[in-house]
């Protein structure tokens, strides 16, 4: 939009004598105002809006990562030895929370959380998965969590691996349950090969290739610290848990055990 000069209307004898008058009584314009508008900060949800009534189990969080992306995250439990659940490409945080319930009521505390780009957390084509983990190990360890183990299903399993192997100092664990070798450019058979913490791959034998992958990483895992369980089930990540099988119960009960020798005084 422009603004009208505000010359007036006079009639003269000649064009040129119009010009001079104009010319002569013409006021400078005001700055016009920019009518372009910049794009609101989007109103996120609520972490676990997916999941309310679950979600209120615990405390709804937000935390910021390097990229100054917002996390939501939901925080169970409470002491000193703490879990970070990594959710699947199509989850959110709320495909962990039974599990982190069990897992808080058994002494641990659980921090649950939506990589940036899905669930509540900032919408966002850029991913920093690895920077998201970083960032939830880091907020339990400022919260008093003196020993920290992350765990991931499917893509948070491939996730969970690289990132153990990133961060420093080490977590005191890491598990990944039907993990892919590599996911969105991000390779975790290659990342094992620099893992320094114990860690426990889980997969199905009826999972596609799963259990291929699961053992490819666990051959790359140095050291004695390491364990491998394949079972006999057709179940892929967080549902190789939930499934009320021989199989899940087979995973959980390893996971707990796990857990329970690593994250120690």
Same mark, same amino acid.
């Given at each position: ?18 010009? %001079? ?19 609101? #900060? ?12 679950? %979600?209120? !189990? ?15 995250? $939901? /925080?169970?439990? +409470? ?44 919408? *966002?084509?850029?991913? @920093? ?6 960032? !939830?190990? /880091? ?6 969590? *003196?020993? $920290? ?8 399993? *491939? ?14 664990? $890491? ?16 990342? %094992?090969?620099?893992? +320094? ?23 790359? @895992?140095?050291?004695? /610290? ?18 009320? @099988?021989?199989?899940? #119960?087979?995973?959980? *009960?390893?996971? /707990?055990?796990?857990?329970? @020798?690593?994250?120690?005084?």
């Amino acid at each position: 939009m422009s603004l009208r000069p505000l010359v007036p209307v006079v009639l003269a004898a000649s064009l040129l004598a119009v010009a %001079a008058c104009a010319e002569e009584n013409t006021a400078p314009q005001a700055p016009v105002a920019s009518t372009e508008s910049t794009s609101p #900060v989007p109103t996120l949800d609520q972490p676990g809006a997916q999941c309310p009534d679950a %979600a209120e !189990a615990g405390e709804a969080v937000r935390l910021t990562n390097s990229a100054g992306h917002s996390l939501a995250a $939901v /925080e169970l439990g +409470s002491g000193p030895f703490g879990v970070v659940l990594a959710h699947q490409s199509e989850g959110s945080l709320c495909e962990w929370l039974p599990f982190g319930r069990l897992l808080a009521e058994r002494g641990y505390r659980v921090l649950t959380f939506d990589f940036a780009g899905y669930g509540s957390s900032t919408p *966002t084509r850029q991913k @920093t998965y690895v920077e998201d983990l970083r960032t !939830a190990v /880091e907020y339990l360890r400022e919260r008093g969590v *003196t020993h $920290v183990a992350i765990m991931g299903a499917s893509m948070g399993a *491939t996730m969970s691996v690289v990132a153990a192997a990133a961060i420093d100092p080490p977590v005191d664990a $890491v598990i990944a349950i039907s993990p892919p070798l590599d996911f969105d450019g991000v390779n975790a058979e290659v990342a %094992a090969a620099s893992l +320094s913490s114990p860690a426990l791959y889980i997969a199905g034998d009826m999972d596609g290739n799963y259990a291929t992958y699961a053992e490819a990483i666990y051959a790359a @895992t140095p050291g004695e /610290e390491r364990a491998l369980l394949v079972l006999e089930a057709p179940h892929h990540g967080i549902q190789l848990l939930s499934a009320e @099988t021989r199989a899940a #119960v087979e995973a959980r *009960t390893a996971i /707990e055990r796990f857990l329970a @020798t690593h994250l120690t005084d």
